[in-house]
């Protein structure tokens, strides 16, 4: 399969781009035909074999259905659809029609990367790749060797946006299987503060994989949404990686609801004093999803905080795997870091490999972690019960209860919203109505 | 504070109490491994076929497998050809009685403070003395087989009790295991057998006390404890080695087996050279350690504590089979100067309702690295299994690390398992508070490490903790800041 994308590459190099971007593109390439997909003797995908993705040939997908996307069918797909400034891509095409960036403040640069790339190149050039590293990860390798189209975000020192950015990845191949290598640039001058939400959605069996970077400046206060609602046959595979200047703030919420393989990699860098990170997950999945999130928090310098929880809810056949580092570096005194991973197992089928890591190499440090695995309380289910609710929906509303935790803590509140009401759906078929 | 630092230091420069050489004539075969020196050293114990048979078949295994290199800890390649794989204290006629045990020998172990002849009257603690490749003496041996119980040196067992060696041996951990684990299966020399037959419980703490003299020797024991049905024994293991430049490899293996309602604890205070302060020399300490729970209602209970050796790298394990059974895992490991540690623990519950505890406690101080890594294993037939994880770090110098690297594999709803781990170096106000009321850094340091450990010392058996609290005291001082 390898020479596939090998040949999808040579078919889609463009002679006009930036001289720098096809040599991005050319190490992306060859980068990820010496590394080939990962398997599972790797320590970092012990758990998740990618197998179901290296064996299917994928399309990149054309331009020509972008016209053909309308208003109507991305109301329906997305998630939720709030008022502000957005950008839609349909199979990794930016979508003009359905993009909104009317009332940005004025510096604010965002538009779509291939926009970007013809009119930022300088900034781009100094920043993409900086936040991620391809040399042993062969998706992020792979979003080098196509790397195209995406989002490019840039807020000038001291910009705070009103509204959250949406970016909206739809995937619909219309009975082919797509693939798209989707990247967001996003660059945070000193003191500004954005919310970014993105949403990715789509329809039938395709591929994501997608690289975000955030480069945080001096005092930015960034909040990243991150939703994964693909369609239960589609692969998602996400590379997320963060830079943090002094006392800048990144919080980040990611859920993952869909795809029938998922897996999130997320990593931030502290990367001077003051800076903290806030990461919190949710996933919940059923029949046999496979959803798996790689979280790594770098304490590189001192003086810095982090906190994580992660929540996991598995039915069915799922399967779950949470691997969470934190590595404090040898200076990184006064370090303080928390990390949670909480996982709620609804069958008897359903399998969860949890690791947390702590790997400490300073000594004035408060680190902790913990990881709990167990099922319904069935006090907690009595208590529900022997007040007249029956055992389906105590059951439910336990779960909803261990859910919202991690959805209480955004900000967004039509999203809140939105997402407490599917996830009630989810649990509670038919009494979406109720909630 | 640099001053009493200064003094701490000085106090840690103590040398390795353990660390002298006994001039004595030795019996070695020739350096370097292949089938010959396999055969040689089962021809040296008049091993019956079966035993030269399996240690072939593991020599050849292990010719087909690579060391394996995901381990925590790093060190240069060990050439497996350097190494002495035999060299026993010459001995004119197998002795009847201890008091016929080597004077030279007998003095060893009086300087280590087990005195293979005041012991049986003093201590009441039954020893098994491992002195290099041999077992050169066993304490009690009278009074425990009026009741049944079997505790001799392996290649006694071998000879005396074919039928029980053949069918234990190698049941929890197989020739074919891992890279140390089979390298031990070809060429172990000696060891600690015991058996305790149905409804037993041992009267008194058997005790194996392991001693490397010889020089450019590797130590390559095994122990096999089978607790019959319904039977009690609590084993001690202990160890040293003298001060060199080289390292030197001690790749042992441990084999418990627990019957229905049977119980074993084991408890460790492993002591070897741990090198010098620049980390110089020391003992490799390789070690294959599993327990299986065979029955119902059995209980395996590991207890360690690491202080000595410049790497330790081993996972005392319970494998809980049968229904109801109970694993434990209560451990110290200490690395100061150049020592590396990475040792923990691997509970892999089979059984329904099965029970597991981790309790690691990891201190790090000097330039030491201590990993924490375990893995707990809930497999789809462990209906109600239950594990708590507790895995503590105490960080002393900033040159030191603390990694923790816990594997949760759950494939059972109804399993209920927690994992917590915390890292933190000793609490400024804490020591404040004891300063305050007048005790010494020092005195206070101890004690807050002493209370972090306490929760380990108190599973330990009497004779152990006290020796556990000292050994801990000495290898620590200096290293706070």
């Known amino acids: 399969m390898l020479a596939s994308y090998q040949q999808a590459y040579e078919r889609s190099l463009d002679p006009k781009a930036p001289a720098f971007l096809r040599e991005r593109r050319q190490a992306g390439i060859e980068r990820f035909a010496a590394l080939g997909f990962p398997n599972r003797r790797m320590e970092e995908w012990k758990y998740t074999s990618v197998e179901p993705i290296a064996s299917r040939e994928f399309q990149l997908g054309g331009d020509k259905e972008v016209a053909r996307f309308t208003l109507e069918e991305m109301h329906r797909m997305a998630f939720c659809v709030m008022p502000g400034p957005r950008l839609v891509f349909l199979n990794g095409h930016f979508h003009p029609a359905l993009s909104d960036l009317s009332g940005l403040p004025a510096g604010v640069r965002c538009k779509s990367l291939a926009q970007a790339l013809q009119e930022d190149a300088a900034s781009l050039e100094a920043h993409l790749g900086r936040q991620v590293d391809s040399k042993d990860r062969a998706f992020v390798a792979l979003n080098d060797a196509f790397l195209q189209n995406g989002a490019y975000l840039f807020l000038p020192r001291g910009t705070v946006l009103p509204q959250p950015i949406q970016l909206l990845f739809v995937s619909h191949g219309n009975g082919t299987a797509v693939v798209s290598h989707p990247r967001v640039l996003v660059v945070a001058e000193a003191q500004s503060q954005a919310t970014l939400i993105e949403t990715y959605v789509g329809q039938g069996a395709y591929f994501t994989n997608a690289v975000t970077e955030i480069a945080a400046g001096e005092g930015a206060v960034i909040e990243h949404i991150k939703l994964q609602g693909e369609s239960e046959s589609a692969f998602h595979i996400a590379s997320i990686g963060v830079r943090q200047s002094r006392d800048s703030q990144y919080t980040s919420h990611s859920l993952s609801l869909g795809a029938a393989l998922a897996r999130n990699d997320l990593g931030t860098v502290l990367d001077a004093e003051g800076a903290g990170a806030t990461l919190n997950g949710l996933y919940m999945v059923s029949g046999s999803q496979h959803v798996d999130n790689h979280t790594n928090i770098d304490h590189a310098k001192p003086h810095c905080t982090s906190a994580e929880l992660y929540k996991g809810i598995l039915d069915g056949k799922s399967q779950g795997v949470f691997n969470g580092r934190i590595l404090v570096r040898p200076d990184a005194q006064k370090t303080s870091s928390q990390q949670s991973n909480k996982n709620l197992i609804l069958s008897d089928d359903a399998l969860i490999n949890t690791k947390p890591l702590l790997e400490i190499y300073a000594n004035d440090v408060k680190c902790n972690h913990g990881a709990t695995i167990g099922r319904l309380d069935a006090n907690q289910v009595f208590y529900l019960r022997s007040r007249g609710i029956d055992a389906a929906l105590a059951r439910s509303i336990l779960t909803y209860a261990f859910a919202s935790d991690v959805v209480a803590l955004m900000r967004q509140e039509p999203l809140r919203e939105r997402l407490q009401q599917w996830i009630f759906a989810r649990l509670m078929p038919g009494k979406e109505a109720a909630a | ?481």
């Open chain 2, 1 to 481: 504070m640099t001053e009493t630092n200064q003094a701490l230091e000085e106090i840690t420069g103590q040398e390795y109490k353990y660390g002298f050489v006994t001039s004595i004539e030795e019996d070695r075969i020739p350096k370097g491994l292949n089938e010959d020196i396999v055969r040689l050293i089962s021809a040296k114990k008049n091993e019956p076929p079966f035993m030269l048979e399996w240690r072939l078949r593991a020599y050849r295994h292990w010719l087909t497998m690579q060391e394996p290199t995901w381990q925590n800890v790093r060190y240069p390649k060990i050439d497996y050809n350097d190494i002495y794989y035999y060299s026993a204290p010459k001995q004119k006629a197998k002795p009847k009685s201890l008091d016929e045990v080597d004077p030279e020998i007998r003095e060893t172990f009086n300087k280590l403070g087990i005195s293979l002849a005041e012991q049986e009257r003093l201590t009441g603690v039954a020893v098994d003395a491992v002195f290099d490749s041999v077992s050169v003496g066993t304490t009690f041996k009278g009074k425990l087989k009026e009741m049944g119980i079997i505790f001799c040196s392996f290649s006694e067992a071998v000879l005396e009790h074919p039928d029980l060696v053949k069918k234990y041996l190698g049941s929890v951990v197989p020739y074919s295991d891992n890279y140390f684990a089979t390298l031990n299966s070809a060429v172990f020399s000696d060891g600690s057998f015991v058996y305790i037959p149905k409804g037993v419980r041992c009267p008194m703490e058997l005790s194996t006390y392991f001693r490397i003299n010889a020089s450019e020797t590797g130590q390559f024991e095994r122990t096999l404890i089978v607790a019959d049905e319904g039977s009690y024994v609590s084993y001690l293991e202990g160890c040293t080695a003298p001060m060199r430049d080289e390292n030197q490899l001690h790749a042992a293996v441990v084999e418990l087996v627990a019957l229905g309602d049977a119980q074993i604890k084991y408890s460790t205070v492993q002591n070897w050279y741990p090198g010098d302060k620049e980390g110089k020399g020391g003992i490799y300490n390789f070690v294959t350690k599993r327990g299986k729970c065979a029955g119902e209602n059995s209980k395996i209970s590991w207890t360690q504590v690491e202080t000595g050796s410049a790497i330790t790298w081993k996972y005392p394990s319970c494998i809980l089979q049968g229904d109801n059974s109970v694993g434990e895992f209560y451990s110290v490991a200490v690395t100061n100067n150049y020592q590396q540690a990475d040792t923990g623990t691997k509970m892999i519950h089979i059984g329904k309702n099965t029970r597991s505890t981790i309790v690691s406690k990891g201190i790090s101080a000097g330039h030491g690295q201590n990993t924490y890594r375990g893995l707990v294993k809930i497999n789809k037939g462990a209906e109600g299994a239950r594990n708590y994880s507790q895995c503590d770090s105490l960080l002393m110098g900033d040159k030191c690390g603390a990694h923790t690297f816990p594997y949760i594999e759950i494939k059972n709803s109804s399993a209920q398992m927690e994992h917590e781990a915390t890292t933190s170096k000793i609490g400024e106000d804490q020591l404040f508070y004891c300063k305050q009321r007048g005790i010494s850094e020092e005195d206070a340091v101890n004690m807050i490490v002493n209370g972090f450990c306490k929760q380990v010392f108190k599973e330990l058996p009497m004779e152990f903790a006290v020796e556990a609290q000292k050994l801990l005291s000495v290898s620590l001082e200096g290293s706070v800041g």
